[in-house]
């Protein structure tokens, strides 16, 4: 049987362009460093951390609080460094959203979540990758941020337990260039 983690001990750091990155391997920093890279800019993006956790899943969520996007380790041995940059646009987008947008437009799932995929749709199609336009746009009819036809926030899952590790400082991190 698989186990739900990525074998590691020590978590990494590093920061690119202002923004801090950790992740269980040196791999998966370098991967999200390519992703920074790629969409980043240079003025301050309103999001402070990126965790990546060692679990296997694709799962990701921005917590705007803490300025941080949390993102499962199994999403980058599932998808490409294009796919992965192009999911950090989009919660670069909501970072955006909750320093521009009111109080009631940010609680509107709807709206919020349509604005940042269609950034994300114009980065990949600047990327020209219609393979993976067509795979958001599926995404995007099955409406991801609904349960049972309301809006939610799902609380106690696999990020939310991460960030709460990370922000307790529970995780072992080692710094690296």
């Known amino acids: 049987m698989n186990s739900p983690y990525i074998k590691m001990t020590t978590f990494y750091q590093t920061t690119r362009r202002g923004v801090k990155i950790i992740a269980p391997t040196k791999t998966l920093l370098n991967k999200m460093r390519q992703c920074v890279d790629l969409v980043a800019k240079k003025e301050d993006v309103g999001l402070k951390t990126i965790l990546i956790t060692p679990t296997r899943g694709e799962g990701g969520a921005f917590y705007q609080e803490e300025k941080t996007y949390v993102v499962e380790g199994g999403s980058f ?101």
């Open 77 to 177: 041995t599932r998808n490409d460094v294009t796919w992965e940059a192009s999911c950090l646009l989009h919660e670069f987008r909501h970072a955006w959203q909750k320093r521009n947008w009111s109080k009631n437009n940010c609680d509107d799932w709807n709206k919020a979540e349509t604005d940042a995929a269609r950034c994300q749709m114009v980065f990949l199609f600047m990327s020209e990758r219609e393979d993976l336009i067509k795979r958001l746009k599926k995404q995007l009819k099955k409406q991801w941020w609904k349960k049972d036809g309301k809006d939610y926030t799902p609380r106690g899952n696999v990020l939310d337990k991460w960030l709460d590790k990370y922000i307790k400082k529970q995780i072992k991190i080692k710094a690296v260039g």
